[in-house]
């Protein structure tokens, strides 16, 4: 096992007048599990190509545990990776493709054979070792995948998207096992998903990017708590935190007609009167009286245990119940009876969980 540092890492692909990945510096400890995540083209796939050696780096270094890596081939980085697609032989065994790296490395017959009946058994491929790929299933294959990396013994697991191409509940299975797998063998693992609810729920830290800018990093329940900016605020989170323009005004400030409080010291650190704040779908209550944020509902989902209501501010519903523009407001409640479709209703919310951004700096200050 060993750490894993970005030191100024920065990759700018021929022909392009930006860098792919920015000035990267992140600090993964032995034994960690890092997430990378962001949207499409943010650089976290690009990030990991790098610590893997198949993407070069223009600038800055790359370290596992006290050697700098940054020039060094893939083989000798002592890093295993499971891709996306998987990249099995499909004229292999199981068994032989899990074996195939260290029968590339010499080792002997009778070690490799204990290391992959290990492998599968940890993870219950013991009764697939001699099938070839074309003959299981999308999770099967997955596993076989994680059974070559685990084999090697490596320093680092470098994770490329590798639940994508399953099906939704093969996926929430799957990343329960990984997560699990992790934890036993205690090997450092760099995981790259653009799926913010993967990250989440499997991630010891979660590495927020955008744009190739490492935007923050921190515990899951840290970036859901307490983001530090609005794209992190909007990122993390599902369904996202809700963002509304407001006004500030003596006491707070103001959305549609009624005024949040919000701390005098907070409000003075925002650079003009127009702030945005941020609430999460689950901290809004329905209000019984005519105080609260006005909302026009223009859709209704139950799923049983809960009720998520979209609709638009007051004075703003028209094109969203027309279905020509995007619901500005997402709350989830628990009412067994929730309103319909059209209703006017006051949402209250707990000024202590609400979230101030600057407006212009898109940075919070709450």
């Given at each position: 096992?060993a750490t894993?540092s970005f030191?100024?890492a920065?990759?700018?692909?021929p022909?392009?007048?930006?860098?792919?990945v920015?000035q990267?510096?992140?600090e993964?400890?032995?034994?960690?599990?890092m997430?990378l995540?962001g949207?499409?083209?943010?650089g976290?796939s690009t990030?990991?190509?790098?610590?893997?050696?198949?993407e070069e780096v223009n600038a800055?270094?790359?370290w596992?545990?006290?050697?700098?890596?940054?020039?060094l081939p893939?083989?000798d980085?002592?890093?295993?990776m499971?891709?996306?697609?998987y990249a099995?032989?499909?004229?292999m065994?199981?068994?032989?493709?899990?074996g195939f790296a260290?029968?590339?490395q010499g080792?002997?017959?009778d070690?490799?054979d204990r290391?992959?009946r290990?492998?599968a058994e940890?993870?219950?491929?013991?009764?697939l070792?001699?099938?070839k790929?074309?003959?299981?299933?999308g999770?099967?294959?997955?596993r076989?995948?994680?059974?070559r990396?685990?084999v090697?013994n490596p320093?680092?697991?470098l994770m490329d998207e590798p639940?994508s191409?399953?099906?939704a509940?093969l996926?929430v299975q799957t990343?329960?096992?990984i997560?699990?797998l992790?934890?036993r063998?205690?090997v450092?693992?760099v995981y790259v998903?653009?799926?913010q609810?993967e990250a989440m729920?499997?991630?010891d830290?979660?590495?927020?990017?955008?744009d190739?800018?490492?935007?923050?990093?921190?515990?899951?329940?840290v970036?859901?708590?307490s983001?530090?900016?609005?794209?992190v605020?909007?990122?993390?989170g599902?369904?996202?935190?809700?963002?509304l323009?407001?006004?500030?005004?003596?006491?707070?400030?103001?959305?549609?007609?009624?005024?949040?409080?919000?701390?005098?010291?907070?409000?003075?650190?925002?650079?003009?009167?127009?702030?945005?704040?941020?609430?999460?779908?689950?901290?809004?209550e329905?209000?019984?009286?005519?105080?609260?944020?006005?909302?026009?509902?223009?859709?209704v989902?139950e799923?049983?245990?809960?009720?998520y209501l979209?609709g638009a501010l007051?004075?703003h519903?028209t094109?969203?119940l027309?279905?020509?523009?995007?619901?500005?407001?997402v709350?989830?409640?628990?009412?067994?009876?929730?309103?319909?479709r059209g209703?006017?209703?006051?949402l209250?919310?707990?000024p202590?969980?609400v979230h101030v951004?600057?407006?212009q700096?898109?940075e919070r200050i709450s």
């Amino acid at each position: 096992m060993a750490t894993v540092s970005f030191r100024g890492a920065t990759r700018i692909y021929p022909g392009s007048d930006h860098p792919a990945v920015n000035q990267l510096n992140l600090e993964i400890g032995d034994g960690e599990f890092m997430v990378l995540v962001g949207p499409s083209g943010c650089g976290k796939s690009t990030s990991l190509r790098m610590l893997a050696g198949l993407e070069e780096v223009n600038a800055g270094s790359i370290w596992i545990g006290d050697r700098d890596v940054t020039d060094l081939p893939p083989k000798d980085r002592d890093i295993a990776m499971v891709f996306q697609n998987y990249a099995l032989y499909p004229h292999m065994t199981v068994a032989d493709n899990m074996g195939f790296a260290l029968k590339m490395q010499g080792v002997a017959k009778d070690e490799r054979d204990r290391r992959v009946r290990e492998a599968a058994e940890l993870l219950g491929l013991q009764e697939l070792l001699a099938r070839k790929p074309k003959n299981l299933s999308g999770g099967q294959r997955q596993r076989v995948a994680m059974g070559r990396a685990i084999v090697r013994n490596p320093q680092v697991f470098l994770m490329d998207e590798p639940l994508s191409n399953l099906d939704a509940k093969l996926r929430v299975q799957t990343r329960t096992q990984i997560a699990a797998l992790q934890t036993r063998l205690g090997v450092t693992t760099v995981y790259v998903t653009h799926d913010q609810v993967e990250a989440m729920t499997m991630g010891d830290r979660v590495a927020v990017m955008k744009d190739g800018l490492l935007q923050q990093v921190d515990s899951p329940l840290v970036l859901y708590d307490s983001p530090g900016n609005l794209f992190v605020a909007g990122f993390i989170g599902s369904p996202a935190m809700n963002l509304l323009d407001a006004t500030v005004v003596d006491g707070g400030v103001q959305v549609t007609d009624h005024v949040i409080p919000v701390a005098r010291e907070v409000l003075q650190r925002a650079s003009s009167d127009k702030v945005v704040i941020g609430i999460r779908p689950e901290s809004f209550e329905l209000s019984g009286e005519q105080t609260g944020i006005a909302m026009e509902i223009a859709a209704v989902e139950e799923t049983g245990a809960d009720s998520y209501l979209y609709g638009a501010l007051k004075g703003h519903a028209t094109d969203v119940l027309k279905g020509t523009a995007e619901p500005e407001i997402v709350a989830r409640v628990t009412t067994r009876t929730p309103p319909a479709r059209g209703e006017l209703v006051r949402l209250r919310v707990d000024p202590a969980i609400v979230h101030v951004f600057d407006k212009q700096t898109g940075e919070r200050i709450s």
